[in-house]
């Protein structure tokens, strides 16, 4: 359906488009800052995807919800647009895990 959010079945969470829009993510968050959070806390192969909704525009949104272990665990919510394989962040906020 256009326009509207859609959850990502888990089985989905290993594709190419899913992984490289998450590491995309990740990455995002390592450039920012990442509040607390050093380059030694985001290894790349070490986050878990928690859930995931796509929405389709001109080319697809997903909505991440991605937890990063380090010293501090950390939940990240990030919306990535990836508009045929040019990709963005366009929201991002990070906090403590539950």
């Known amino acids: ?13 290993t594709s190419d488009r899913i992984q490289s829009a998450s590491k995309f993510a ?9 509040g607390a ?3 030694l806390d985001l290894q790349y192969d070490n986050f878990k995807i928690t859930s995931v909704e796509q929405q ?7 909505k991440f919800v991605i937890e990063i272990p380090g ?5 990240h919510e990030a ?11 366009t929201a ?3 906090s403590p895990c539950e």
């Open 26 to 34: 990740v990455k995002h968050l390592e450039k920012s800052g990442g």
């Open 37 to 39: 959070l050093t380059s």
């Open 79 to 89: 919306t990535v647009y990836d508009r045929f394989g040019d990709l963005s962040v």
């Open 71 to 75: 010293r501090e665990c950390l939940k």
């Open 56 to 62: 389709v525009v001109a080319g697809m949104n997903y």
């Open 1 to 13: 359906m256009m326009g509207g959010w859609s959850q990502v079945p888990s089985d989905d969470f």
């Open 92 to 94: 991002s906020e990070s």
